[in-house]
Every structure is written in structure tokens, then in C-alpha cells.
């Protein structure tokens, strides 16, 4: 993400969740360098959540450490994805 993003931050946060349409909750780290960059975690919610190159994801800060997850396909229609199969180490716990 662009480090604009981090303005709407009162303190970027180590750590968020992120949350996608069917409330699924999963953690990832968050690391700030050039741009701010969703890190471990981050590839393991993409596989699980099938997201693929030519995807649109948009992200809406909800909360100071909790980012609401919209995955657009290529032909722009939102993508709807249950969470199947979680990697436990990142599933976050509300």
C-alpha cells in the first residue's frame, strides 16, 4: 500500500486484522519501509482467499488496528469467499 495509507493511522500498528465480507477475521503483520507492507500472514490470506493476479483488493481502515478486505476478480464482480482452511497461527481472535 502507499505509505499515504499510513495518514489514516494515528499509529501505524505491528500487527492488524484484516476482515473480508463473510466477517472472517485474520491477523497479519504489518512492517513500514518505502510503502507500508501487509507481511507474515499476508501471502497465506491470499492462497486461502484465492486471491490471484488481476484481482483488485481494496482495504477501509474499520478500526486502529483492523482493515475490512474487498477482493474484486477480474471482470470486477466482488468475490464472496468463506474462509476454508485456516493457518491457526494467523486466525484472529476476537
Known amino acids: 500500500m502507499p505509505l499515504d495509507f499510513t ?3 494515528i499509529v501505524v500498528p505491528t ?3 484484516l476482515r473480508n465480507n ?3 477475521s485474520w491477523r497479519v503483520t504489518v512492517k513500514l519501509m518505502n510503502r507500508m507492507t501487509l507481511d507474515q500472514g499476508w501471502a497465506t490470506y491470499a492462497a486461502v482467499h484465492q486471491i490471484k493476479i ?3 483488493v481494496a482495504f477501509k481502515l474499520l478500526t ?3 482493515l475490512k478486505v474487498i477482493i474484486f476478480d477480474d471482470d ?3 468475490v464472496v469467499n468463506k474462509c ?3 493457518n491457526k497461527a494467523f486466525v484472529a481472535k476476537d
Request: hydrophobic share 15%.
Open 76 to 78: 470486477d464482480v466482488e
Open 22 to 24: 463473510t466477517s472472517c
Open 15 to 17: 500487527e492488524c486484522k
Open 64 to 66: 486502529p488496528d483492523t
Open 84 to 86: 476454508g482452511k485456516h
Open 7 to 9: 495518514k489514516h493511522f
Open 54 to 56: 488481476g484481482y483488485m
